[in-house]
């Protein structure tokens, strides 16, 4: 019965039928992503063999998400949050099926790769703040908002583990460019499953300030309160260096471990599995006390992992590592988004998405270009050794500031969350 009960309850979002519908098409679409990615990145490297432009690829994908992803919370407080996560899913088909194209015509090159990847960055800017803000007209009871979050997550770590082997197996027997077809067609699953949602009509907020200015209001705001702050401010951290681990995997992999294409592959399904299983933790969660705490704790671990891996030479142990890593990353994340969904009034959700995008995914290209010169002068181990010491300090700053160091006429900032 206890099993049960657990069960249910690491499930609750799903009773709400919208959410049903989302998640349904969400995971079949995001196996199509997943496979996209990988073909893309196997494409730019089997046509240029550098490495550099792997990175070229990487920042053009993500560098919309720090320049655009403000625009797109503007849009999604003053608009349809459900046609606008329509629209944003059938661009991204669009996109995928003019890499089939090229792909299957044999006509790809190489700029065709990196700038189809900068639109679909374009297209995640909108869709990211838009699609996070969109959970409170999903899930009828906010009480199960934070589940939803955390399902969300599950879903998109889930696509991680299967969408990468898929891609592998189908780039080796049919070609990449059915890896496009296939994606592209993956998006009919979510779009059918958004157009079938009963979502109450709710009033067009039409624009009366500058989308500058609307960003700079949920920017204060964000910056304002106290528990949004911290946490974005360390999941921040965390993005901006702790998340580059993946830049040496490829190097580790080879050139550390002594491995190949398959050590490379193990070692990114490790820390997707752990952060699935770390997402589906967090889901179980009925209460939401020591939210705080739990950001700090997570995050250290995912310092003290980059530390680990710095010194390791044993595949087992950068694998179980990086499982761990996966693991606290995911719950970190998925714990500030739940305070700032939680704290936020409606009215505001998608600018401070927006604000939480930016502050995540938008420094992301950022650290790499970071990462990526640290290795180079540093060599991969020393670089990583570097990353995971400045997460650290992060972390006992955030000890310090946020959790020990609280006035006792003001509540702590895990008390504040459970007061939301």
């Not at 779009?191 to 209001?217: C, G, N, Q, W, Y």
């Not at 409606?346 to 950022?366: C, H, K, N, W």
Request: glycine residues 8%; contains cysteine.
């Amino acid at each position: 019965m206890s099993s049960f009960f657990e069960l249910t309850t690491r499930f609750r979002a799903l009773k709400h039928r919208n959410f049903q519908l989302f998640v349904i098409g969400q995971l079949i679409s995001l196996i199509g992503t997943w496979m996209q990615n990988a073909a893309q990145q196997w494409l730019v490297y089997e046509q240029t063999s550098s490495a550099a432009l792997l990175g070229v690829f990487g920042f053009a994908s993500q560098m919309p998400m720090l320049l655009l992803a403000w625009i797109g919370g503007y849009v999604g407080d003053r608009y349809s949050r459900h046609r606008g996560v329509i629209t944003t899913q059938s661009l991204s088909m669009v996109c995928a099926f003019l890499l089939a194209g090229l792909t299957l015509g044999h006509l790809i090159q190489t700029w065709h790769l990196i700038f189809i990847a900068f639109l679909v960055g374009i297209i995640n800017a909108f869709d990211v703040p838009i699609r996070q803000s969109f959970f409170v007209q999903m899930v009828d009871n906010k009480q199960d908002l934070p589940n939803a979050i955390a399902l969300n997550s599950s879903i998109f770590n889930g696509a991680r583990i299967i969408g990468p082997p898929l891609a592998g197996f189908a780039i080796a027997y049919i070609g990449a460019g059915w890896c496009f077809f296939l994606n592209g067609v993956s998006f009919i699953a979510v779009i059918v499953a958004l157009l079938m949602m009963r979502i109450p009509k709710s009033k067009t907020r039409h624009a009366d300030e500058s989308p500058v200015r609307a960003f700079s209001e949920g920017f204060r705001f964000a910056m304002k309160d106290v528990p949004i702050r911290s946490a974005l401010f360390l999941l921040s951290t965390l993005s901006l260096f702790g998340l580059q681990y993946s830049v040496f995997l490829p190097i580790y992999a080879r050139d550390i471990l002594h491995g190949d294409a398959k050590t490379f592959g193990m070692l990114m399904s490790a820390a997707g599995v752990g952060a699935f299983l770390g997402a589906l933790q967090f889901a179980a969660r009925t209460h939401y006390k020591g939210l705080a705490r739990w950001i700090g704790a997570t995050c250290a671990v995912c310092a003290l992992g980059l530390l680990v891996i710095s010194q390791a030479t044993s595949f087992w142990l950068c694998a179980v590592v990086l499982f761990t890593v996966g693991f606290a990353a995911t719950s970190q994340m998925a714990a500030t988004n739940t305070i700032i969904q939680q704290r936020v009034p409606d009215e505001m959700r998608s600018r401070l998405m927006a604000v939480y995008a930016t502050l995540f995914m938008g420094v992301q290209p950022i650290g790499a270009l970071f990462a990526g010169y640290a290795a180079k002068h540093l060599g991969a181990p020393h670089a990583l050794l570097l990353l995971g010491v400045l997460v650290l300090i992060a972390c006992v700053i955030f000890l310090f500031r946020v959790i020990l160091k609280v006035k006792p006429q003001q509540p702590t900032v895990a008390d504040t969350v459970q007061s939301a």
